[in-house]
């Protein structure tokens, strides 16, 4: 069992960054691959960013590539999404979740379905 806490989500201006952190109970967190993912006010949730267990695979989407940086730091069983270069667009809560991935270090998940869990999400508001 993990539970997520997001956290960092507030308004902000467009061009300005924003540091989200995610926060995971349990001691088994170094097992998981870990994704952010967004969802606007009638839309659907969205991939974002997402790295395997070992945090050496990455992949994001198109429209945060080069924006987004996701890290984690195992010791501490947290996950980070630093975004730089908001645009309003870019408005959503935001969640991160955690996928078991015993049989690879390397794999990272780019769909919802292979998630395990998930935080309650956090507010990221980006006005222009």
């Known amino acids: 069992q993990v539970q997520l806490a997001e956290s960092g989500g507030r308004l902000v201006q467009a061009g300005g960054s924003l540091r989200l952190s995610c926060a995971a109970s349990?001691?088994?967190?170094?097992?998981?691959?870990m994704g952010w993912f967004r969802q606007a006010p009638g839309k659907e949730r969205e991939f974002v960013a997402a790295?395997?267990?070992?945090?050496?695979?990455?992949s994001y989407a198109d429209s945060v590539k080069g924006r987004f940086t996701i890290s984690r730091d195992n010791a501490k069983n947290t996950v980070a999404l630093q975004m730089n270069s908001l645009k309003p667009e870019d408005t959503a809560v935001y969640y991160c979740?955690?996928?078991?991935?015993?049989?690879?270090?390397?794999?990272?998940?780019?769909?919802?379905?292979?998630?395990?869990?998930w935080g309650q999400g956090t507010q990221v508001t980006v006005s222009s």
């Open positions: 349990g001691r088994t967190f170094s097992s998981y691959a």
């Open positions: 790295m395997s267990r070992s945090g050496s695979s990455t």
């Open positions: 979740a955690a996928a078991l991935s015993l049989g690879s270090y390397y794999r990272y998940y780019e769909k919802v379905e292979p998630y395990d869990y």
